[in-house]
Structure formats: structure tokens, C-alpha cells
């Protein structure tokens, strides 16, 4: 059999793998899914088959002298009068993230999305999370993502926390949905306007003196200001290329 992985999901190969056809022996009559998951590629990163040309689901039986054609998800274009490998694509971006990107969840909270975390989560408890509130999984390890019961999750490539998320945002086409500090960092409730009079006691002597308008977390009751991280912050969650993003 004759594969051929295009764009990013060349970098889940062997480098002599990437950005050509190749040849790759295996038993005839397994399943489509078997061969890309053997290769390293999960499931979820995957949104078209075509196997001689023809349009394909995870289940399709291949055999030998088969060119099998490899798509990455097309998070930003319709693609389903072709063929979707999942139900149905997740237009509404919430996520879960594995207990080994706590701040890449920080961060896409402080963006404005809505994010669960916890760092005591095993694999399932992932899984089963993932696919009972429809959130996509976002993870460094790709056995999670090869489960079978996960529709939606995608494998990040770096291993720092900020480009991670400009990743993730470029990912699924997500900087026009970016609402910066419109989340709790901790808690994940949404954070409101509240008048200074509300929070003043317990606010730091410093703060109290400085800054006149503060935000609540509706969730856990934590208190925001513009404070010394906001600009870093701010140029964060800028797309590059924007004035706003070269300072």
C-alpha cells in the first residue's frame, strides 16, 4: 500500500516520511484507522481518507496496492459534503486539556475560552470528559488521542506554554473569537465589571491607591486588576502581525 500524509500531519512522521508518498507494508483487510494510528497519527487529527481517490471512514478495510491519501482537520472550512470522520465538527471552541498543560489552560482561560483542568484527571476520566460535553482535547500525548471513544482533540507540538497557545488559536482558526480576560484563570467562571466600593477591603494598600477599575470571577469571587502582567498579557493574545502585537 501507497500512503501520502499532507501539511501538518507530516509532522507526526518519520522525517523521510514527510511531504511524500511512501510505501508501507501491512496485513490487507484492516481497518484505514489501524494503518494511521500505527504510523503515530491519532484519529483526531485527521478529518478526510481517500483511498484510490475515493472518500473514506475510519472503519474501511484496506488492501494491498491501495493509495490511501491522509487530510488534517479543516477546522475553518466545510468539508462535509466530501465526508467528516466525526459526527459533526465542533463550531462552538471549548476544550479540555491534560494534566501536563495546566498553563497553556491558564491561558486560553485568560483569552476568553472556556477550558477545563484539573491536574488529577487520568487518561478516561479525559476521554469520557471530552466527549460527554463535546469539548476538544487538547494534549502532548498521543496514545489519548488514539482512544477510540475521543471525536474531537488535538496533539500540540510545543513544549511552551505561549506559543502553544498561539498554536492552538492558528489551529482552529480562533483569534477573531479571543475575549481577553473574560475568564478566571483559576476557576474557569467568567470574570464581571464591579464597582471598587465592592472590593476595597482586603485589596493590597499599593493596588487600593492606583487602580480604579477591577473585575469579579462570578465563580470562585476572585478579584482582577490591570496590573504589572496586563500589557505582557494583552500582546499574548494580539494575532501576530497586528499593531497591537508589536507593542
Not at 100 to 117: I, K
Not at 132 to 158: A, K, N, P
Not at 163 to 176: A, N
Not at 212 to 218: H, K, M, N, S, V
Amino acid at each position: 500500500m501507497w500512503l501520502r500524509f499532507y501539511a501538518e500531519l507530516g509532522d507526526l512522521l518519520a522525517k523521510e516520511r514527510r511531504g511524500r508518498e511512501f510505501e508501507h507494508i501491512c496485513v490487507a483487510g484492516g481497518s484505514v484507522k489501524d494503518v494511521i494510528e500505527g504510523l503515530g497519527v491519532p484519529h483526531t487529527e485527521v478529518d478526510l481518507i481517500l483511498v484510490n481517490g475515493r472518500s473514506v471512514d475510519f472503519g474501511h478495510h484496506v488492501q494491498d496496492g491501495d493509495r490511501v491519501s491522509v487530510y488534517p482537520v479543516f477546522e475553518a472550512l466545510d468539508i462535509s459534503p466530501v465526508l467528516a470522520l466525526r459526527p459533526e465538527p465542533l463550531r462552538v471552541s471549548r476544550f479540555i486539556v491534560d494534566v501536563h498543560l495546566g498553563r497553556l489552560a491558564r491561558y486560553l482561560r485568560l483569552a476568553g475560552f472556556d477550558t477545563l483542568y484539573r491536574n488529577d484527571w487520568d487518561d478516561e476520566e479525559l476521554a469520557q470528559l471530552s466527549v460527554g460535553e463535546r469539548r476538544i482535547l487538547l494534549t502532548r500525548d498521543r496514545g489519548l488521542l488514539m482512544r477510540s471513544v475521543v471525536t474531537h482533540g488535538y496533539l500540540v507540538r510545543d513544549n511552551r506554554p505561549r506559543p502553544q497557545l498561539k498554536e492552538v488559536l492558528e489551529r482552529f482558526d480562533l483569534w477573531g473569537a479571543v475575549a481577553p480576560f473574560t475568564r478566571c484563570s483559576v476557576c474557569n467562571g467568567l470574570v464581571r465589571p464591579v464597582p471598587k466600593a465592592e472590593v476595597a477591603v482586603g485589596l493590597p494598600e499599593r493596588t487600593a491607591e492606583h487602580y480604579q477599575e477591577f473585575w469579579r470571577c462570578t465563580g470562585c469571587g476572585r478579584v482582577y486588576w490591570q496590573g504589572a502582567h496586563y500589557r505582557s498579557l494583552s500582546t499574548l493574545f494580539s494575532r501576530p502581525g497586528s499593531p497591537s502585537s508589536s507593542g
